[in-house]
């Protein structure tokens, strides 16, 4: 009976300074930690003379859809989507502070998506943002997420990040600017980040 009564005060005593160190850890009210938006835009290319981005894995047909008429069978569904349900695309697309093409150029979006929906247009993205110029030239935030192409708005994690991103948090919000899905186009970009000061 001593030993189980000195095993829950052990146990009782971890958590108490458990809990006590996790508040002492740095936060917002003491201003160790500061939030900061990015807005930018991404130029993605499939064709052209100078492609940024390339489908390397061409995935199946999606299976056909069960007819809400459960008599009628299965029916396939026509898609005027180009891509295919497993397709993997890479991209080394350019970052600038404007939609225009001579638009300062600030980075480079890097890494690739999976076509993981059997319809529509859902990807896995992983996506490294690598930042060229300016006070974040020469840090980069890593983007992981799943992709709905057809929502207007696109969420995604920001997972961590280099130089002065190290151990930021946050997310992305991503929306079609001028975008085609079989060509490409311009994709705006707001990040929010909350970044530990140094």
Avoid: C
């Amino acid at each position: 009976m001593a030993s189980s009564a000195a095993l829950i005060l052990l146990i009782s005593s971890v958590l108490l300074a458990t809990a006590a160190y996790i508040r002492r850890e740095p936060g917002h009210a003491d201003g160790s930690f500061v939030d900061t938006h990015l807005h930018f835009y991404m130029h993605d290319a499939y064709g052209g003379p100078r492609p940024t981005a390339a489908l390397i894995v061409t995935g199946r047909e999606p299976l056909p859809l069960l007819s809400d008429d459960s008599a009628a069978g299965p029916e396939a569904t026509s898609s005027s989507s180009p891509r295919r349900f497993g397709d993997i695309a890479v991209m080394n697309n350019a970052l600038t502070e404007g939609p225009e093409r001579g638009s300062a150029r600030v980075g480079t979006a890097q890494g690739f998506t999976v076509r993981v929906a059997e319809h529509g247009a859902v990807n896995d993205l992983s996506l490294h943002l690598v930042f060229e110029a300016g006070e974040y030239g020469g840090s980069s935030l890593a983007v992981k997420g799943r992709v709905d192409t057809g929502a207007v708005v696109r969420e995604s994690i920001i997972v961590g990040g280099t130089g002065r991103f190290r151990f930021a948090t946050g997310y992305a919000l991503s929306r079609s600017y001028d975008y085609d899905i079989t060509s490409g186009g311009i994709v705006e970009i707001d990040v929010y980040v909350q970044l530990r000061r140094v």
